[in-house]
């Protein structure tokens, strides 16, 4: 990852600086010089070169903690990101290849962004493979323990391989007790050839010579993303690989899976006949053709490098229309967005064309908040509001909220929490509690489903009835899910939201509902749900199913 964005973003930088321990074999890299330093005189090395921007590999990692300017975490391990996330700093964005449902919420209250890892498919040509033998299997990497965990080297020296197999090590990393522990056990080993660091131009040739790839992580470690893999399937190489979500959005097919070391080892039987070699090769490197250019792999990340401290990337869009709301109501609502538990938010505001002096005053001092877009249109009516602001939203998941109802202060926490944790779920609702604006009286709160059926909702359509299946004002989705099915319809002025929902059942999304109640619906006399239109949409609605 740090080879591409050296080979193509470094240049844009006064310097770039790579600090890291000594003992391994450093390659030069383009534009960024290599310091190899041990322990605190990292920080020595940092501090004289007050850099601008700091990525940090990882977070718990004790090397080089330096926050005396913006920083930015690199995760490559997921198990780690089920405990709490360190409190050294704050950093301005952290950064993975994948995603996990097995995370603390503490990280979820950070700044995240996932950018798929991309591959040069230049660089690296489809192998040939014929009916050799004896038939090589490579592993590519460091020699530390959470890549070439100590329980698979044992297994390779007390068992052996597949007699047609031999595994050939590339690579080392730092030169501490755990490499030379790695060459002292399998040194006699007749089926194991340490070939040892291979410059990274060297690689594409490297990959010839070899007829699958293994991945073997630790899967106490695990990983985010492996690049090995990425460039064996770009070379049209077969992978065997550990069975963890991150090594599964890497390779997905086009790899064979085993959760033991002994699965791992007998994997490469099912490899030694020719045409299955030929079969995952085609695949992978079918796979690898699918996934984004590297360059554009290395641009997304210069992009966060280059993020200011104080322009986090949100989490989560915040969509609300507004015309001519009350200031009084449209204050309160945007006091309980400020008083979210989880402040990593955007607000896309949609003025649909208010008139009211009052109200345009009142969006004018809220546009002054950083986090807070502001976008005027004329009149076009909620649909074509809420649409406008789908486009401009910068999020993968999206907040509902109406101009004049109140959130619950951990409502964007709960909601963000179980998005990340099902990631099955398209649109997340939750219960309301019902006021009466003129008395603060309550007067009701809903009940709906955790989990909407489409052949309950069918059901009640036989009926002609409408089903209240989740409360817009509520709702989190995701965006793409969302303008798939084309977003509202804006023929319907009261009714698209009900419209949207049975659209997204109907075309398999999964809509489920928080059974906590997280926003206060205000009752109040200019409601649309209260004018006689809001009944012949509904009949409208009904005669199309």
């Known amino acids: 990852m ?52 700091l990525v940090h590999h ?27 996330a360190p409190v050294w700093t704050e950093p301005i964005c952290i950064v993975a290849n994948s995603d996990t449902t097995q995370i603390h919420l503490s990280w979820r209250k950070l700044p995240w962004r996932i950018i798929p890892p991309g591959v040069e498919l230049d660089r690296y040509r489809v192998k040939e493979h014929t009916d050799h033998r004896p038939l090589v299997c490579g592993f590519v990497g460091r020699w530390h323990a959470d890549k070439l965990p100590q329980s698979f080297l044992h297994h390779v020296v007390r068992y052996g391989l597949p007699p047609d197999w031999r595994l050939r090590l590339i690579g080392g990393g730092w030169q501490g007790p755990y490499v030379f522990s790695v060459r002292r056990q399998l040194k006699a080993c007749q089926q194991v050839e340490l070939a040892g660091e291979t410059p990274p131009d060297k690689m594409p040739e490297v990959y010839q010579q070899l007829d699958a790839l293994i991945v073997p992580t630790d899967p106490r470690i695990g990983e985010t993303c492996c690049y090995a893999a990425l460039e064996a399937t770009a070379s049209g190489l077969p992978v065997i690989a550990r069975d963890l979500p991150g090594l599964r959005d ?29 079969e995952l090769g085609r695949l992978a490197r079918q796979q690898a053709e699918a996934r984004g250019d590297a360059r554009q792999h290395a641009e ?47 607000l896309v505001l949609v003025d649909d064309g208010s008139r009211n002096p009052e ?46 109802d109140i959130m619950r202060p951990d409502r964007q926490e709960k909601q963000l929490q179980y998005m990340y944790d099902h990631q099955d779920v398209d649109i997340l609702g939750a219960q309301i509690e019902i006021f009466e604006d003129q008395t603060g009286r309550v007067v009701g709160r809903t009940h709906h489903p955790k989990n909407v059926q489409w052949a309950n909702v069918q059901q009640e359509l036989r009926k002609r009835r409408l089903p209240w299946v989740t409360n817009h004002p509520t709702v989190m989705y995701r965006r793409s899910k969302i303008l798939a099915l084309g977003g509202y319809d804006e023929t319907l002025t009261y009714t698209d939201d009900a419209d949207l929902w049975l659209r997204a059942l109907a075309g398999g999304l999964r809509l489920d509902n928080l059974p906590e109640v997280l926003l206060r619906y205000r009752r109040h006399r200019g409601q649309q749900t209260q004018r006689p239109e809001h009944r012949n949409e509904v009949q409208r609605i009904l005669a199309k199913w």
């Open 58 to 84: 990882g977070a718990f990692d004790g090397f080089g903690h330096y926050a005396d300017c913006p920083v930015i975490w690199q995760m490559h391990g997921l198990p780690p990101l089920a405990q709490p």
């Open 2 to 53: 740090l080879q591409l964005w050296d080979r193509y973003c470094g240049d844009r930088w006064d310097a770039a600086h790579l600090v890291c321990p000594p003992g391994g074999q450093a390659f030069p890299l383009r534009h960024t010089h290599v310091h190899q330093v041990a322990g605190r005189r990292a920080m020595d090395v940092i501090r004289r070169l007050q850099p601008d921007r």
């Open 300 to 346: 997304q990340l210069d992009c966060i490098y280059r993020l200011d401290a104080d322009k986090r990337p949100p989490m989560v869009s915040i969509l609300m229309a507004v015309r001519d709301t009350p200031a009084r109501m449209l204050q309160e609502a945007w006091q309980s967005i400020l008083d979210q538990t989880v402040q990593g938010w955007e």
């Open 250 to 278: 890497t390779c997905g097919q086009a790899a064979l899976y085993g959760l033991g070391d002994s699965d791992l080892v007998s994997l490469l039987q099912h490899l030694t006949p020719l045409d299955r070699r030929q």
């Open 359 to 404: 109200t345009l005053a009142l969006l004018d001092r809220i546009a002054q908040d950083k986090r807070v877009r502001l976008i005027r249109q004329e009149p076009l009516g909620l649909s074509a509001a809420l649409n406008r602001g789908l486009q401009e939203a910068s999020c993968e998941l999206v907040a509902r909220m109406d101009a004049d």
